[in-house]
C-alpha cells in the first residue's frame, strides 16, 4: 500500500480538543487499538500488532497498555481526554495520548518543552480517513 495520511487537519482538531464525550470511559475494560508511527506530520501505515489498553478501576482512570509479546505498561488520566502512558517492561518510553473523539488518539511526546507527534491511534476496526475523524465534529466537511 505505502499510503501516507497527512495529519495537518488533525493537529488542529487535537488543539481545539472540543469533543463532549468522556473519550476516556471508551478504557473501560479491555479495549484494542490499531496504531501508527507519525513522522513529521505524516501517519505511516497502521501496525498489524494493536495496542491493548486494559483499565484496572471501574472510573477508567488508570490501567495497563500492552502490544502483546513486545512491551507492558501503565497508564493514568492526567487531565481532560489525556492520558500519560508509560513503558514499564520490554522497553523505555513514555508519551502522552489525547482523544480526538472516542474513537481516535494522537500521542505526543515533550522534550525540552517541545512537544512532537508520535503515533496516532484508532478503536480496531474504525474505518481511517479524512472524513471518518472529521465526521465526528459537526460543521466540519473535511479537507
Not at 505505502?2 to 470511559?25: N, P, R
Not at 506530520?41 to 477508567?60: G, K
Not at 502490544?67 to 507492558?72: D, G, K, L, T
Not at 518543552?113 to 496516532?120: A, P
Amino acid at each position: 500500500m505505502g499510503k501516507k495520511f497527512s495529519l495537518i487537519c488533525l493537529l488542529l482538531l487535537v488543539s481545539a480538543l472540543s469533543t463532549s464525550a468522556d473519550a476516556i470511559e471508551y478504557l473501560r475494560g479491555t479495549t484494542f487499538w490499531d496504531v501508527a508511527e507519525i513522522k513529521g506530520i505524516t501517519a505511516e501505515e497502521f501496525h498489524p500488532l494493536p495496542w491493548v489498553f486494559r483499565s484496572s478501576d471501574a472510573n477508567a482512570n488508570e490501567g495497563t497498555v500492552e502490544v502483546q509479546n513486545s512491551w507492558f505498561g501503565a497508564w493514568k488520566e492526567v487531565g481532560c481526554n489525556t492520558i500519560y502512558c508509560q513503558i514499564t517492561s520490554g522497553g523505555k518510553d513514555s508519551w502522552y495520548l489525547a482523544f480526538v473523539n472516542p474513537k481516535y488518539f494522537i500521542a505526543y511526546k515533550e522534550q525540552g518543552g517541545h512537544y512532537y507527534l508520535y503515533r496516532l491511534g484508532k478503536m480496531k476496526g474504525e474505518p481511517y480517513g479524512p472524513n471518518t475523524i472529521v465526521g465526528y465534529y459537526p460543521g466540519w466537511s473535511g479537507f
